[in-house]
């Protein structure tokens, strides 16, 4: 038998992967189930986005493209950032990779290795702690409980960073738990990275447009620490393209040289049909998205409303994303039909098996207290869900 590596056998698979797959295989099967557990869209890609692809086979862009991506890309993005976030970034501060998951990977790779430690607080995307992992630098958790809306401060951060710290990462909003760092919540981390010149930040953007709060704030925009941050962001969420595979960084430029560098022994330049698709997107004005996070602010009310109603739930109200994260914990010890729930991963199990509906466990997000739930989905589907939900839940005892 082939003995595998050490590195992909210390390497867990992605939880909402598993989940999802585990999904398929029981609808495969014939039984009705209700995925609740990837973060997908269930909106099309825009006409228009599709449209600008098909002209680009039309056109012959079907050859390699440049490994940090088109300049007419990197142009659009640079636009962007200025548009949206006002961040200056040059074309050669940005690079496109195939999904925001590479983009992180490539900036990981490129800046830490054995010995270095990487902070990340908890929950965190499932991702972050993976990619760390493979980079073989240690993983230092800083926990960010529901009593604090998820979110940490920077004197925690501060009391997490040591001599060997080289990189943070986080996210806004984030992703499981749909929190949203304030521009003076941002304001307090960047003085800690003031003092801390050395340390980088990955701000994970991807679900910027998915905001229900006024305005989104980037890290970047603080003048003094803007070469310490690599700003993340990419097409999938905002833009329903999660298919097309298209993420990119807005970095220093000798950070995005070395994510050219790093990619370019991968999977070089992403798609070019992909790439000609997503300048129509960051062209358009963001304000054609506000039905869909219209439509997604009121599939949030939904989910919070009917966790409101079920007994030993705690919810937060989540200012972003289209995820619930709520703190389960109180069903552990509680049993029915000779099955009792120990964890979140039981809870999630048992919610899959007595509701038929896939949830994703928080312990996979860092929080063993929580499940992950969707909400990117119809109501029509969340209302026959949460019903499901509740009922599983009430029987417990």
């Keep these: 038998m082939i003995k595998l590596s050490d590195r992909i056998n210390a390497m867990e698979e992605s939880a909402t992967i598993a989940m999802s797959r585990k999904s398929r295989e029981l609808i495969a099967e014939g039984k009705d189930i209700i995925a609740l557990s ?5 909106f099309n890609t825009p006409d228009f986005i599709k449209e600008a692809a098909s002209k680009a086979m039309e056109d012959n862009f079907t050859f ?66 993976e990619i760390v992992k493979m980079s073989e630098a240690k993983p230092i958790i800083v926990n960010a409980g529901i009593e604090s809306d998820f979110k940490v401060s920077g004197a925690t951060l501060e009391a997490a960073i040591t001599d060997k710290t080289k990189l943070i990462i986080f996210s806004t909003p984030c992703n499981p738990t749909g929190s949203v760092y304030s521009k003076e919540e941002l ?20 679900y910027e447009h998915i905001n229900f709060t006024s305005k989104h704030e ?52 992403t798609s070019s ?74 809870l999630a199990l048992y919610l899959l098996d007595e509701a038929l509906v896939a949830l994703v466990t928080g312990e996979a997000f860092g929080d063993p207290n929580c499940i992950r739930i969707s909400y990117a989905t119809s109501e029509e589907i969340l209302t026959k869900a949460m019903s499901r939900i509740r009922e599983a839940l009430e029987k417990l005892s």
């Design 218 to 269: 980037s890290l970047a925009q603080f003048p003094e620490i803007k070469n310490q941050v690599v700003t993340v962001n990419g097409v999938s969420k905002a833009w329903a393209m999660t298919g097309w595979r298209l993420g990119y960084i807005g970095a220093s430029k000798q950070i995005a040289a070395a994510c050219t560098k790093m990619q370019g022994q991968f999977t070089s330049g």
């Design 64 to 129: 390699y493209t440049p490994v940090p991506g088109f300049l007419d890309l990197r142009q659009a993005i640079a636009k962007k950032f200025k548009r949206d976030n006002d961040l200056d970034y040059s074309p050669d501060e940005i690079v496109v990779s195939t999904g925001a998951k590479q983009s992180i990977a490539n900036v990981v790779l490129s800046l830490v290795g054995a010995g270095d430690e990487v902070v990340i607080p908890a929950p965190y995307w499932v991702s972050y702690l």
């Design 187 to 206: 304001a307090d981390i960047a003085k800690v990275l003031e003092r801390h010149p050395n340390v980088v930040i990955i701000a994970d953007e991807i």
């Design 273 to 346: 049909i992909t790439q000609k698709a997503a300048i129509a997107a960051l062209e358009a004005d963001p304000a054609v998205l506000k039905d869909m996070i219209k439509a997604f602010e009121g599939r949030r009310k939904l989910v919070l409303n009917a966790l409101g109603q079920i007994k030993g739930v705690n919810a937060n109200v989540p200012e972003g994303a289209f995820y619930v994260f709520p703190d389960v914990s109180y069903f552990y010890g509680k049993s029915y039909n000779g099955r009792t729930i120990k964890d979140c991963s039981d």
């Design 38 to 42: 990837l973060g997908e869209p269930d």
